[in-house]
């Protein structure tokens, strides 16, 4: 989803210099009620879920996911490009071979394809001044998770604050409890949840952040046979800062000898890097923090138990490879908001919750797969491979492939679309030229809104008078976290007999039936309709009663970009979440019927 790529702090050592969060970190969210979500753990899974559940009105990818939640302008202000990656020879002064990880550029369906680098620390702190400034909502910190119990209908946490350096105890009730508490999370096991994997012990690498004066910004240095070759087990990379302190952050291996290393402190380690690089001129400053890491291949057996759900890290653990743990952190919890929101709300069945885990998992044990490999490929001293291969990053890594087809919320009444068992792979939708449903919403711009009399009676498309960018929008303006959104492609001719204005009033009578402000509708027309199409769309008729836009998609971007026809009535329902829930030909109302009665407890 044009991904904000973020460092794994489960690579960093727990150093309250650098992280105070040897403490967990809690949100409570409040509405109506006292605490309806408590969240414990304020990473960017749980500051995502929490801004989700706000922005339902209820107390609480990647970059698609923020235009989606209103914050993406910060995000992109304080990002920078994804680096290039070097590859330098031993005492060289130019490196030997240079790779741009930069994927395809954008696209009127992809319009966030490029990848920016964004720290973990300013990541957290915009999510966090959107919560407070918009909401009223701060994260508690120096509070920590004791312990829970859960009841049929509520969540009882104990927990314990420090004031004025005293432990105090307090008790607060919840309707749901959500672990976003990392690794290590003490919500996951008080759940009684399996976190299965492998911790690979081979080769191991000091991981830490050091004080480099003028290394230089936006780029990746290795030296050393990181993906193969002579078995010497001695690889270094640096990763520059955004930051102008000079500090960069390195992965250094020295074999058997990791641990005579790290014990040795800066000056062994220092010694080490100069060794390794043959840069003897280099200068150093302060080592922050180094710490030995193995990475850890973990994942959840189910998301959630009851009220008790867990998200992130919590949920799964893996190697930064391919920098999938932030982003599918944020997913997590995009697909979890929603659902507690409806639930919450009493506009949902609890059964809706269960789809959490049904559609998560599969997508993460795919992550974990793909991680792994990528990790073999770039860290293994005795393995085999080349520059080119390990490090670029092709359209699975963008995760825009990620989908949910087969899930109970995913309904595609297309006959071309029954889908085969080839047609299922969580993280490869989207290259064939279908859309299916289960897969991400596309975006589509150059949507012009009409109103519905007068400009709309005047002609479609781009009328007598009318600039290019009056009144345009594209589809991301209009979804939003809170809402199903529901396209009606209507086609060119659905306006100019009675019969289809009475089809197309039916389809906006049976959404209008769903409870309010949880779904809107948005009627899309083909840039070829012409004038008498909308010669029954004035105020004297109800044609688009009930709907909340009227477009035309003048540059055809929507009817191609959801394969509609031009000619029969196509509908498209996307979820709060951004993905599709249902692709529905006619009888659309029953179409609808059949995806929302899984979704709200009236339907």
Not at 172 to 193: E, H, N
Request: negative net charge; contains cysteine.
């Amino acid at each position: 989803m044009g991904l904000v790529a973020a460092r794994n702090r489960s690579l960093e050592p727990l150093n309250p210099h650098r992280h105070p969060q040897h403490y967990t970190v809690t949100i409570t969210v409040s509405a109506n009620m006292p605490s309806p979500v408590l969240i414990v753990g304020a990473g960017p899974s749980g500051l995502s879920l929490a801004l989700t559940l706000l922005r339902n009105n209820v107390p609480s990818r990647t970059l698609e996911i923020y235009k989606f939640l209103g914050v993406l302008p910060q995000i992109l202000d304080a990002s920078g490009p994804i680096p290039r990656l070097e590859q330098w020879a031993h005492g060289g002064k130019e490196p030997v071979k240079i790779i741009d990880v930069s994927p395809e550029k954008n696209t009127p369906s992809r319009p966030y394809n490029q990848p920016m680098m964004l720290s973990q620390d300013t990541h957290e702190h915009i999510l966090r001044t959107t919560l407070e400034n918009d909401y009223g909502c701060k994260v508690e910190l120096g509070t920590e998770f004791i312990s829970f119990e859960q009841h049929p209908d509520h969540v009882v946490v104990h927990l314990e604050k420090t004031i004025d350096g005293q432990k105090v105890s307090e008790t607060a009730t919840c309707a749901f409890l959500v672990g976003a508490d990392g690794a290590p999370s003490q919500v996951r096991k008080q759940l009684g949840l399996s976190f299965l994997g492998e911790t690979i012990t081979s080769p191991g690498m000091l991981v830490g952040d050091v004080v480099l004066k003028r290394f230089g910004r936006s780029k990746v240095c290795m030296w050393g046979k990181t993906m193969g070759g002579d078995g010497s087990g001695r690889v270094i990379t640096f990763f520059s800062h955004e930051t102008d302190d000079d500090r960069v952050t390195f992965l250094l291996s020295v074999g058997d000898e990791n641990d005579k290393v790290l014990g040795g402190g800066r000056e062994a380690i220092v010694e080490a890097i100069k060794d390794m690089t043959g840069r003897p001129d280099w200068e150093f400053g302060e080592l922050i923090y180094a710490n030995h890491w193995h990475p850890n291949i973990r994942m959840v057996n189910k998301f959630g138990d009851g009220r008790v759900f867990v998200t992130g890290d919590a949920a799964h653990c893996h190697s930064p490879t391919g920098g999938q743990g932030t982003n599918s952190s944020v997913q997590d919890s995009f697909n979890l908001g929603w659902k507690l929101s409806l639930v919450h709300r009493g506009l949902a069945p609890t059964s809706l919750l269960d789809t959490y885990t049904l559609e998560r998992l599969p997508v993460i044990a795919a992550m974990l797969q793909k991680t792994t490999k990528l990790y073999h490929k770039a860290f293994n001293p005795k393995g085999t491979g080349d520059f080119n291969s390990t490090w670029a990053r092709d359209y699975e890594l963008q995760q825009l492939g990620v989908n949910y087809r087969g899930s109970l919320l995913a309904v595609d009444t297309k006959p071309e679309h029954a889908l085969k068992e080839e047609d299922y792979d969580p993280y490869r939708a989207g290259l064939d030229g279908s859309v299916r449903g289960g897969d991400r919403a596309p975006d589509a711009p150059g949507l012009v809104r009409r109103k519905l009399s007068g400009a709309i009676a005047n002609g479609l498309g781009q009328g007598q008078g009318q600039s290019k960018d009056e009144n345009e929008m594209r589809l991301f303006d209009v979804f939003v976290p809170s809402a199903h959104t529901v396209i009606i492609f209507a086609g060119a001719s659905s306006s100019s007999t009675p019969d289809a204005r009475a089809a197309l009033d039916a389809i906006l009578k049976s959404v209008a039936a769903y409870p309010k402000g949880t779904v809107q509708t948005v009627v899309v027309y083909p840039g070829s309709a012409t004038t008498n199409v909308t010669q029954g769309v004035s105020s004297e008729n109800t044609t688009h009663t009930g709907s909340d836009y009227v477009f035309v998609d003048r540059e055809g971007h929507a009817y191609r970009e959801y394969v509609a026809s031009e000619t029969e009535v196509t509908v498209v329902v996307v979820r709060p979440d951004g993905y599709i829930g249902a692709v529905l030909v006619q009888p659309v109302p029953e179409g609808l019927e059949v995806y929302f009665k899984n979704v709200y407890a009236c339907a």
